[in-house]
C-alpha cells in the first residue's frame, strides 16, 4: 500500500488500524520523552532551594516515573483494540499500589517526614541538636539529612541514625551553636 493512501484514507491517524497506533505509540513516546525533560529541568531549576542532591534526584525520578506511566496507561486507553488492557492496569495498579503502601508503611511513613522536613526545614545539616535516643538524653550535631534518616554525630563520637517519621513525631532541641 502506497504511503500516499495512508494519509489520503486517514488511516495513520485512526488508531484502530496498526499504522495509527503505531503513530500514537510514537506520539505518546515522543511527548513522554518530552514531559520527562521537562520535569528533570523543573527539578534542577528549584534544586538550590532543596539544597540536597538526593532529594532533587529522588523527584526527578518520581517524576519521569509518574509521566512515562500516565503516557502508556493513556495509550492503551487511545487504541481501541487495548482499551480492557488499559484499564486492567489502571484497576491492578490501584490494587498494587494499595498494597504496596501497607507494605511499606514504615518507609513511606519516613519518605513523607522528609518531604516535610525538607519543606519545613526545622533543622539541617551543622545544627547542633538535642533528642530522646533509646539509651537516653542525646546531643549531637547533625551529619547529614536524606529522605530517610538523619545522622546525628555525638561528641564522645558515636552515630545515632534517626529515622525522618521519628524524628518529625518527637521535640528535638536545637541547640545554640557554642
Not at 112 to 136: C, M
Not at 151 to 156: E, I, Q, Y
Amino acid at each position: 500500500m502506497p504511503v500516499v493512501d495512508l494519509f489520503v484514507r486517514g488511516d495513520f491517524i485512526d488508531p484502530a488500524t496498526l499504522v495509527g497506533a503505531a503513530f500514537y505509540a510514537f506520539l505518546f513516546i515522543l511527548v513522554a520523552w518530552f514531559l520527562a525533560r521537562l520535569v528533570r529541568a523543573g527539578v534542577r531549576r528549584v534544586a538550590h532551594l532543596l539544597n540536597d542532591q538526593a532529594a532533587c534526584t529522588l523527584l526527578t525520578r518520581l517524576g519521569q516515573v509518574v509521566v512515562y506511566s500516565l503516557a502508556v496507561l493513556l495509550y492503551f486507553n487511545a487504541i481501541p483494540q487495548l482499551h480492557s488492557v488499559g484499564t486492567a492496569l489502571l484497576a491492578s495498579a490501584g490494587v498494587a499500589s494499595i498494597l504496596f503502601g501497607l507494605a511499606a508503611q514504615t518507609t513511606l511513613s519516613n519518605l513523607v517526614s522528609g518531604f516535610a522536613l525538607l519543606l519545613y526545614q526545622p533543622f539541617e545539616v551543622g545544627d547542633r541538636v538535642q533528642l530522646s535516643a533509646p539509651t537516653g538524653l542525646e546531643t549531637g550535631l547533625i551529619e547529614e539529612m536524606t529522605m530517610g534518616y538523619i545522622l546525628v554525630r555525638t561528641s564522645d563520637d558515636r552515630q545515632i541514625v534517626v529515622p525522618n517519621n521519628v524524628a518529625s513525631q518527637q521535640i528535638v532541641v536545637k541547640l545554640r551553636a557554642a
